[in-house]
């Protein structure tokens, strides 16, 4: 089964979609041929569309960010480029961490707190464990959302709390 790369091309809502049909092939827009793409210098690229060939630079790229920058017969293209686990995360509302602090952490269900593992002025990174909360009988380690300083510790070890309910607050790291 293809592997699927979503390209958003200067900040258009819809996606062109890649697809790549082998594991060493290039990344082809869904239900076309393999275009004739051969490299022309560091960062270039001479790509044959249509029986004619454009000259395809890569002018800036930001692989954490999933954005490059290029430029293609006279003009500069800004690609946003996302996986289908990243489509996931976003459509679950789980990004919202990324652009800065979270400022609070509250708890997903109804529990037990078993152990706080985080203390005020604990500087934690995103998916760092902060505490164990037992729900209908499982252990569930609650994560940090995103990078930040715990600036208030809510949970207290062996109590109950209710779905919703305050557990950590955070700040920046500075």
């Not at 630079?57 to 930001?62: A, F, G, L, P, R």
């Not at 998916?127 to 809510?154: F, R, Y």
Request: hydrophobic share 45%.
């Amino acid at each position: 089964m293809p592997r699927k790369l979503y390209a958003h091309i200067n900040q258009n809502s819809t996606p062109v979609v890649l697809e790549r049909r082998t594991p060493d092939g290039p990344w082809v827009p869904e239900g076309t041929a393999d275009p004739d793409i051969s490299a022309a210098g560091k960062g270039t690229f001479s790509v044959l569309v249509e029986g004619r060939s454009v000259r395809a630079t890569v002018v800036k790229e930001d692989r954490a960010a999933g954005l490059v920058k290029l430029r293609m017969g006279g003009k500069l293209y800004t690609v946003r480029v996302e996986d289908e686990r990243a489509r996931l995360v976003q459509a679950l509302g789980l990004d919202k961490a990324r652009g800065g602090v979270v400022p609070e952490l509250k708890a997903p269900m109804p529990g037990l707190v078993l152990n706080v593992l985080v203390k005020v002025g604990d500087v934690v990174r995103r998916n760092d464990a902060l505490l164990v909360l037992e729900a209908m009988k499982m252990e569930n380690l609650i994560k940090a959302p995103g990078d930040a300083v715990v600036t208030q510790v809510h949970a207290v070890q062996g109590k109950a709390v209710e779905k919703s309910q305050l557990l950590l607050s955070f700040g920046p790291v500075v």
